[in-house]
Structure formats: C-alpha cells, structure tokens
C-alpha cells in the first residue's frame, strides 16, 4: 500500500482541523518509529508516516499562509530526505540482490563486493537506527526533536473557515500533479520515474479522502499503488547503474545491470500507462467535480 496506515478525515470535522489532526497524527507516528526499541526497519515505517503528513499539507496548501506552507513543507522535505537516505543504502542492496539474481551473475563475483563496498562508502544516510541492545545514533535524537517542534507549528495552524460540502481544496492540485506527470513520462519513455512522487502523494491523498465514496476511491488508489512499485524499482537501478558507471572496471556490470532492469522498465510504462488511461483518464476539473459530488453527498446530513 501507499503511505502508511493513517486516519482520514472525519465526516462532520471542519477540514482546516481535519488537515492539522492528520499531519499531527502522521508526525506523531513518525516519532513512535524512530523512537522504538525494535529490530524493525524504523525508518521505513518514519519516511511512510512522513510521506503522509505530506500529502495532508498539501490538501491544506491552498487555504495556507505562504509563509507558514514554506516554512512546514521545507522542514518535512529535509526530514523525509534524511531518513530517505538512511534506508538507501538498505534498499540498494536488496534491488541489487534481485538484478544479480535475475542477470544469473555469481554473487561472490569480485566486481560485485567491489559495487556493494562503493555503495556503502558513498551513502549519504547518516542514521543509524537503534536495535536491540544499541543506544540511538545522535541524529535520532535530532530528527524526533526537529518532528515534535514541527508538530507544534501545525497544531497552531490558522483555522480558516471552509464550505461544509467542499473537498480538501489541494487535491485536485494533488490530481493535476499526478495527471501531468504520469502524461510526461508517458511521453519522455527514458524517465518514467520522474511520476513517482506525484503519483504516490495523490494515492495518499486519496486515502485520506477515502470515506466519502470507498466504492469509487479504492480502485483508483489500487491502480496508482500499482504503479507506484515499478517506478520506486526504477529509481534505484539509476543509482546502482549509475554507482557502476562511475567506476570504469565496473562499466561491463553496469551494461549487465541496466539489461536485467529493462524487465521494470515495460511493467513500470505499461502499469503507469493503465493509470494515465483509468486512473488520471479525467480532465483535473471533472475529477474535483466529481470528488465534490461524493464530498457534498457524505457531508450532507440525512
């Protein structure tokens, strides 16, 4: 699934209070990750929990102080990169593992160690969470303070009075977003990844949506979370093709790499394609029409 498993909004609240509630509750869970004492892979569940609060300020961006939107999107991006890179080196390896097997190379091959000693010397992730027995790398203690005063700024978010039966007024920016790119990479065949984030944020905002017509949302949030997987493959094989393209005795693997990756290559156009022709088959304006329709009709009482 896309995003974590978050809350979404309630039928009578006031969406301005629906926004702060959401992006509080993600941050929180955020913060109950990296601050637990497991052998879980914490930042992962930290970056979807980020990833959520993200999405629900950009339902909100539109009714939002510029300098308030500028201020909290710039933090949570610096957060999300952090443990973003945190997980990176984890994640290369394991996509790496996958290629190797699928290209049939031999995993003790010297080339190989060589790509995977690169990798790891050149990760920029500089959290090294918790397990078992192991005291917290300082930059824990720095992300979950840098959360916890984030979390404050949006609890005293201006609540801005809004149509009862008006949807969240970002999510057909979410849409329009998710739409252009997915259109672009349909085009631009060479760099279908570049819809990856679109894409994930508006599955997301979908879900916090979700209540006011599941029938209707959860195919298209099935559709955008299927397309979202090959897209995350694809970026990393561009930073391992590209860690082995660096390295000129590594050239040869890098060409054996990027052929065992053209297999997501097709999956990830064909998936993105099905979702540009179902799931973003609307023009932004009929979609908000739409989701205002089902907002309108779940808000009203009966």
């Known amino acids: 699934m896309i995003g974590s498993p978050m809350s979404s909004f309630k039928r009578k609240e006031n969406v301005s209070v629906g926004c702060r509630r959401l992006v509080c509750a993600e941050l929180e ?18 970056a ?40 990176l080196c984890r994640q290369l390896g394991n996509r790496l593992d996958k290629l190797v097997k699928r290209a049939g190379l031999n995993t003790g ?10 990798l790891a010397e050149h990760n920029e992730g500089k959290v090294a969470l918790r397990t078992r027995g192991q005291r917290f790398d300082p930059m824990v203690y720095r992300l979950v303070a840098e959360l916890a005063e984030l979390r404050g700024h949006v609890g005293l978010w201006p609540e801005t009075p809004t149509t009862p039966d008006a949807p969240p007024p970002g999510l057909a920016a979410c849409y329009r977003s998710a739409r252009f790119a997915a259109t672009k990479a349909e085009q631009d065949k060479a760099d ?16 916090l949506v979700n209540k006011c017509c599941p029938p209707m949302l959860k195919p298209q949030r099935a559709m955008l979370d299927a397309a979202a997987k090959p897209l995350a493959a694809l970026l990393l094989d561009a930073r391992l093709i590209e860690a082995a393209r660096q390295n000129k005795p590594l050239a040869g693997l890098a060409r054996t790499l990027a052929d065992a990756a053209t297999l997501d ?5 064909a998936k993105l394609a099905e979702a540009r022709q ?4 609307e023009t932004p304006q009929a979609f908000a029409n739409r989701i205002g329709a ?4 779940w808000r009203t009482p009966s």
């Open 29 to 46: 869970s955020a913060i109950q990750a990296l601050s637990r004492d497991t052998p879980r892979d914490n930042a992962a569940e930290a």
């Open 48 to 87: 979807r929990a980020i990833a959520g609060a993200r999405a629900a300020i950009e339902l909100y961006a539109p009714a939002l102080p510029r300098d308030i939107l500028r201020r909290d999107r710039k933090r949570l991006d610096a957060i999300g990169k952090t443990l973003d890179q945190a997980r």
């Open 109 to 118: 091959d010297a080339l190989l160690k060589r790509l995977r000693k690169e």
């Open 192 to 207: 279908p990844a570049a819809a990856y984030q679109p894409v994930v944020r508006l599955g997301i905002a979908l879900k």
């Open 265 to 269: 290559q097709a999956d990830a156009a």
């Open 278 to 281: 179902y799931a973003l088959a």
């Open 294 to 297: 089902y907002w309108s009709a």
